[in-house]
């Protein structure tokens, strides 16, 4: 079982700007996928930023667009997400994600499916005070 690990997540205020960073613990395969959930207190986890390998390219969910930038170290499992422009409305715990299936079940139309996505790390903590 691929095993995920998270980093970088605080404290900030708005306006500022934070990076993610999540390491799978192998690079044997490649990971066709991987991206970033959030869940507030109280709030369902959604998807926020997924990048693909192959010609699927990044989606991002609209409340970060323009915001946050995912983006992935070549040949190897590892995946960072850039925050800036912070709002306190982007507290939550982050949680990096992975489709670790072979032959990969994601695929770009449901990149926001959380069922997809077989492997998920322990989560960091983002908060943004105004």
């Known amino acids: 079982q691929v095993q995920l690990m998270e980093s970088g997540g605080g404290s900030v205020q708005a306006g500022g700007s934070l990076t993610l960073s999540c390491v799978a613990s192998?690079?044997?395969?490649?990971?066709?996928?991987m991206g970033w959930f959030r869940q507030a207190p109280g709030k369902e986890r959604k998807a926020i930023a997924t990048i693909f390998t192959g010609r699927e390219g990044t989606y991002y969910a609209d409340s970060v667009k323009g915001r946050f930038t995912i983006s992935r170290d070549t040949g190897k499992n590892t995946v960072h997400l850039q925050m800036n422009s912070l709002i306190p409305e982007d507290t939550a715990m982050y949680y990096c994600?992975?489709?670790?299936?072979?032959?990969?079940?994601?695929?770009?139309?449901?990149?926001?499916?959380?069922?997809?996505?077989?492997?998920w790390g322990q989560g960091t903590q983002v908060t943004v005070s105004s």
């Open positions: 994600a992975a489709d670790c299936e072979r032959p990969p079940r994601l695929f770009g139309r449901i990149w926001d499916a959380a069922e997809y996505y077989s492997c």
């Open positions: 192998t690079d044997t395969y490649i990971l066709d996928s």
